[in-house]
């Protein structure tokens, strides 16, 4: 899924929001993408994410503000499984800073939620329509284990 939105948005820029120990970078890097930034806030899980790729071309962070410094935005913003981990309460300005730093989002979540894993559902079409993007498509997928997931690309607009 995320490579065909690649491969059909071919983003100059890219930013994996939330990308814990790096599971999508060897998909960007096979993608050629140039300029991938890799946020996460645990440190533990950037830093596995850097040792697996040392040598790849790719900025890693766990600097909310050094991403929205960037005088330009991402053209693409990979949320995979990780905007489910944040409470209600704290969803909306979350989404909010995602927004500001993008024109594209994609956002996809396990559909086997538990409070147990601190797993939320949100209502991303409504949150997101109020940051002025839109749903532009929506499905549900399986992943390498067969799970099902959810996922929507919203655009400014």
Same mark, same amino acid.
């Given at each position: 899924?995320?490579?065909? +939105?690649?491969? @059909?948005?071919? %983003?100059?820029? $890219? ?30 899980? $950037? ?6 790729? %040392? ?5 890693? @962070? ?24 944040? %409470? ?19 956002? /996809?979540?396990?559909? /086997?939620?538990?409070?147990?894993? *601190? ?11 109020? /940051?002025?993007?839109?749903? @532009? ?10 799970? +099902?997931?959810?996922?929507?690309? *919203?655009?400014?607009?």
């Amino acid at each position: 899924m995320i490579g065909g +939105l690649i491969d @059909t948005y071919q %983003p100059a820029s $890219l930013l994996d929001y939330g990308c814990g120990s790096g599971r999508l970078i060897p998909l960007y890097l096979k993608k050629k993408l140039q300029n991938i930034y890799c946020y996460d806030a645990s440190e533990i899980s $950037l830093k596995l994410a850097q040792s697996q790729f %040392p040598d790849a071309a790719i900025h890693f @962070t766990t600097s909310l503000k050094e991403i929205l410094r960037r005088s330009d935005q991402f053209d693409l913003i990979v949320c995979s499984r990780v905007l489910q981990h944040i %409470p209600a309460d704290s969803i909306g300005g979350v989404v909010e800073k995602i927004c500001a730093m993008g024109g594209r989002v994609f956002v /996809n979540e396990s559909r /086997n939620r538990s409070d147990k894993y *601190f797993m939320f559902l949100h209502d991303y079409q409504l949150i997101f329509q109020q /940051n002025d993007f839109v749903q @532009t498509s929506a499905g549900v997928m399986q992943d390498a284990h067969g799970n +099902l997931q959810e996922w929507s690309l *919203f655009a400014h607009g």
